[in-house]
């Protein structure tokens, strides 16, 4: 019957894994000549495609055609190299090794493959994901999953030392890629990942790419050739520097002569010492060490809270790996699972149980950024840990992976005029996850209404500083007649899907059934989300900057907004055409004084004063605002009095207070000293309160624009008093467009 298996898709080694129904334990398969490994390098020979010990071989001897690392590329759409003159992708040349894999673990296990969880750099973007689920399809492979590999080692080890409360960091660098992750194990065999960071361009190969340069200076001094700028010199040298790699790694080694034979020249050995290989590779050990710690770091937790360090990853054989690693964390680190196997062996595991489910958003806001809430991980250092144990089954073991990445959009800021991330999905979040939102898309009937999304993958707030992984263009959005005005709401869905992929579902207001998309690649220069928003700067033909809180063609609807002095426009007004001169009226330069939270009003001498400040919001708004009045300091009559208004809200106030009106009728009477609260909602719902306690409500609807108004007015007549009213401490809330939405989340759908 088919069997499901794991596979290790590796930078310079692949594994192909399975459970054995005899012991129900992951085993690795060996392939056809015998081996648990396959070297990741293909040979193009004569016509035919080559594999396995012969194509490294190949490979080493430096002979043409023969290909390795490509692993590193992968997802990106330019050839990794051309055969022949036909090019090959990093997702053409992982298709041909996977199908490799393929048909060789199904020769030796004599059954078909019916699926297949494959292992990949936990800090692969979602591009490399699905270049890698594409690359397994085009090999004949149904995937089942995509599973980061420092998880898969986490399983395989777990499955045999399992400690209740632990928090494993698992440092897996391999030949071309290196992750750390932090894991914790909780009740019941539940292994959890909690933070992750990587470089899949950092690995083992950088190492030998190190010695390669000491070697190639030593030959050229030896022999005064000009190995650098002939490829045919340097390929005799380059592939040596794996072999020295290892030599220098074995037990007491401390150095290695190594002989090549050149033409014209013959023979020539220089030798390396261990030290001087561990000098020149260590600022790559630091590069590794400060993903250590970012990981910590943002999992809140310091190196004493680390239980253990486990060693994943062939190039971790290094001495100089674990070496550093005990300075690091002042404990031996564990060696407990075979470097080369852990990764395959834990997907195996992996293939044996069903996807995980759907988890909710939790989130919190840390110095006004999102981040994931892990108030319920139990990473509590005061949690002991407890004793190893083994599973009884694999059963009882199960995995929840996490986001590597953050995901955000493009948006645009309050103010308008600069383009940022607005982070949807935090980085290291439980997955699988989804998350909507709501967006306020203003409709036309002579466009094509088309809104782009640009996803980001990263946690700076400048866009240029994260991936733009794609471009999402929503289509088949349907015009409604209220669309110039109030406009339409778009829910955006974004999910993570269970193998770290991106996914971006729309609907419009209450539908259910998806919008067109269509993904468009980002374009080459995307200088413009650096530079201010202006109109010569955005898309044409559709809507870009997905804009958050305000009134625009792409705001997302929030319930309310808060709204100060400082970003709205106040117009001041002065209904006076001509204040009276001369020594007599000695008036003041400035009557009105406003800043961000106060309104002063001052007349001194004063002859007549009708000014103030107002604030025009549409009557489809939703408005509030709440202040503290004191009209104490007024002069006796004829001093004035302080003018208030909100539509139908009004109220004529002296030093002795006053009444407050709804509609021309009296509500309430007020003190020289009280709190005001003033709201407009629904498209007409007037409401008042006084001191906390609600006054007055009547519901009038309005076509024409509605004034917030706060004014002095003295009537005209020779004054030689001082006269003062001031609003204090005023806090206003306003939702453009509302229509009731309390905010911009909103409900996720299933696909």
Sequence with gaps: ?????????????????????????????????????????????????????????????????CVATFKREMGETKPYCYIGGKPYTSEDLSAMLLRHLKEEAEATLGDTIKEAVITVPAYFYSKEREATIRAAEKAGLKVKKIIDEPNAAAMAYGLNHWRENANILVYDLGGGTFDVTLVHMGKNGELSTITTRGNHKLGGRDWDARIEDILVARFENETDLSIRNDSELWSIVSGMSEGVKKQLSAQNMQSVKVSATFPDYGKATVTITKAEFEENTADLLDRTGALCLAVLEEAGLTKKDVTDVL??????????????????????????????????????????????????????????????????????????????????????????????????????????????????????????????????????????????????????????????TYKYVVTGIQHVNRGEKIGTVIRIQYSYDVNGVIHIQARQEDGTVDLPIRREEVPEDISRFGRPVTSENTDQGFNVGLQLGTRSGQSVVHKYKPVTFSNVKWDKYDNIATHPSGAQFNEPTVHVIANEENIEFHGYNISEMNEGVRYSIDPSDDFEIECDINTSTISPHPGGYLEISLGLISAHLTENGGDILLDGA??????????????????????????????????????????????????????????????????????????????????????
Aim: negative net charge.
């Design 666 to 751: 009296s509500v309430a009477t007020v003190a020289p000293r009280f709190h005001l609260r003033m709201s407009l909602t629904d498209g007409g719902q007037y409401e008042v309160e006084i001191d906390g306690r609600a006054v007055g409500s009547k519901f009038k609807a309005s076509k024409s624009r509605v004034d917030v108004r706060f004014g002095f007015v003295h009537e005209s007549h020779y004054c030689q008093l001082l006269s003062h009213a001031y609003i204090s401490d005023i806090s206003m809330m306003q939702a453009v467009g509302g229509e009731g939405d309390d905010n911009p989340d909103t409900d996720t759908w299933n696909d």
């Design 311 to 468: 060693l994943v990853g062939g190039s971790t054989r290094m001495p100089q790996v674990p070496e550093y690693l005990q300075r690091m964390f002042n404990k031996k680190p564990l060696s407990h699972v075979n470097p080369d196997e852990a990764v395959a062996l834990g997907a195996a595991i992996q293939s044996s149980k069903a996807n995980e489910d759907y988890t909710s958003l939790v989130l919190k806001v840390v110095d006004g950024k999102k981040t994931t809430d892990r108030a319920n991980f139990g990473l509590s250092s005061h949690v002991s840990v407890k004793a190893e144990r083994k599973l009884n089954s694999l059963s009882m073991l199960t995995l929840r992976e996490t986001t590597a990445h953050a995901m955000g959009i493009i948006a645009i800021n309050d103010e308008g005029n600069r383009y940022y991330n607005e982070i949807i999905i935090p980085a290291n979040h439980p997955r699988p996850v989804r998350a909507a939102k709501k967006f306020r898309f203003y409709t036309s009937p002579h466009s094509n209404n088309e809104l782009a999304i640009y996803v980001l993958q990263g946690d700076s707030e400048d866009p240029l500083d994260c991936q733009i």
């Design 1 to 65: 019957m088919a069997i499901s298996v794991g596979i290790d898709l590796g930078t310079t080694f692949s594994a192909v894994a399975y459970i054995d129904p005899k012991t129900k334990l992951p085993q690795i398969i060996p392939n056809g000549e015998g081996s648990k490994l396959t070297p990741s390098v293909i040979q193009f020979l004569d016509g035919e495609v080559i594999f396995g010990g012969e194509a490294e071989d190949a490979y080493n001897a430096g002979e043409e055609d």
